[in-house]
């Protein structure tokens, strides 16, 4: 078990619970996206709401959104278990990725310019987000939940919502493999974004595809020191 660091307190005076659940819960989604991708790791409810500075019950609340969505596993008189991510993992998730966003690409380019101003105003928002690892990585997957969206498929869209829940970890992994990844995200987002403006559904799911296998590439080389700049 490692010990969690308070990194910041969040006085929970005059707080609904909900708004406490929603910090507990911003505060876990980062902390475990700074967690060695191949460690399993445990967490209390007690180090949590001390590094939060809240009481066990939005803490256990917020555990158990993250259990909902795959993040991790509560186990009794243990605590929370969050697994490590392993190649089979990764193998996994950008396969289903690949078939469900290029599709979804191909479906969602008849909207055109409707579409494409969406995702300039969230490839800006990710451009101001790259000293933030888990802001920019959210960004990213209101990116590509916009496409997904877009095709108008509900089915495909719960699916996908699953897929992407489970990266967390693996986004700020890929994230931390190279100086250069995140200009190169947002320029493969451009990219995406240009093909989907011209209407043509090929050229977008070939950009798609591009940007999944780059990511799948960073997502199997060692990690960096320090989050998006190369060692000194």
Same mark, same amino acid.
């Given at each position: 078990?490692?010990?969690?660091?308070?990194?910041?307190?969040?006085?929970?005076?005059?707080?609904?619970? &909900?708004?406490?659940? +929603?910090?507990?819960?911003?505060?876990?989604?980062?902390?475990?996206?700074? !967690?060695?991708?191949?460690?399993?790791?445990?967490?209390?409810? /007690?180090?949590? $709401?001390?590094?939060?500075?809240? $009481?066990?019950? #939005?803490?256990?609340?917020?555990?158990?959104? =993250?259990?909902? +969505?795959?993040?991790?596993?509560?186990?009794?008189?243990?605590?929370?278990?969050?697994? #490590?991510?392993?190649?089979?993992?990764?193998?996994?998730?950008?396969?289903?990725?690949?078939?469900?966003?290029?599709?979804?690409?191909?479906?969602?380019?008849?909207?055109?310019?409707? =579409?494409?101003?969406? !995702?300039?105003? =969230?490839?800006?928002?990710?451009?101001?987000?790259?000293?933030?690892?888990?802001?920019?990585? %959210?960004? +990213?997957? &209101?990116?590509?939940?916009?496409?997904?969206? /877009?095709?108008?498929?509900?089915?495909?869209?719960?699916?996908?919502?699953?897929?992407?829940?489970?990266?967390?970890?693996?986004?700020?992994?890929? @994230?931390?493999?190279?100086?250069?990844?995140? +200009? %190169?995200?947002?320029?493969?987002? /451009?990219?995406?974004?240009?093909? @989907?403006?011209?209407?043509?559904? &090929?050229?977008?799911? %070939?950009?798609?595809?591009?940007?999944?296998?780059?990511?799948?590439? /960073? =997502?199997?080389?060692?990690?960096?020191?320090?989050?998006?700049?190369?060692?000194?």
């Amino acid at each position: 078990m490692t010990k969690v660091e308070r990194s910041q307190s969040f006085p929970s005076t005059g707080r609904r619970a &909900e708004a406490a659940q +929603d910090v507990v819960f911003r505060w876990l989604k980062q902390h475990i996206a700074t !967690l060695p991708r191949r460690d399993g790791v445990f967490l209390t409810e /007690a180090e949590v $709401s001390q590094a939060t500075g809240t $009481s066990r019950t #939005p803490v256990r609340e917020a555990l158990l959104r =993250l259990e909902a +969505d795959g993040v991790l596993q509560i186990v009794p008189k243990k605590g929370a278990y969050v697994p #490590p991510v392993t190649e089979a993992d990764i193998d996994a998730v950008m396969q289903a990725r690949g078939l469900v966003e290029e599709w979804c690409a191909r479906r969602a380019a008849g909207l055109g310019a409707a =579409l494409a101003e969406q !995702l300039d105003e =969230l490839v800006a928002r990710q451009a101001a987000q790259k000293d933030d690892p888990v802001a920019f990585i %959210e960004s +990213d997957r &209101e990116f590509h939940r916009a496409i997904v969206s /877009a095709a108008g498929n509900p089915v495909l869209a719960g699916f996908y919502e699953s897929l992407r829940d489970r990266q967390l970890r693996m986004g700020a992994y890929a @994230l931390t493999t190279s100086g250069r990844r995140i +200009d %190169e995200v947002l320029a493969e987002h /451009a990219a995406i974004v240009a093909a @989907l403006r011209m209407r043509d559904g &090929e050229r977008a799911a %070939e950009a798609v595809a591009r940007h999944l296998e780059t990511t799948l590439a /960073a =997502l199997r080389l060692p990690a960096m020191p320090k989050w998006g700049r190369p060692p000194s």
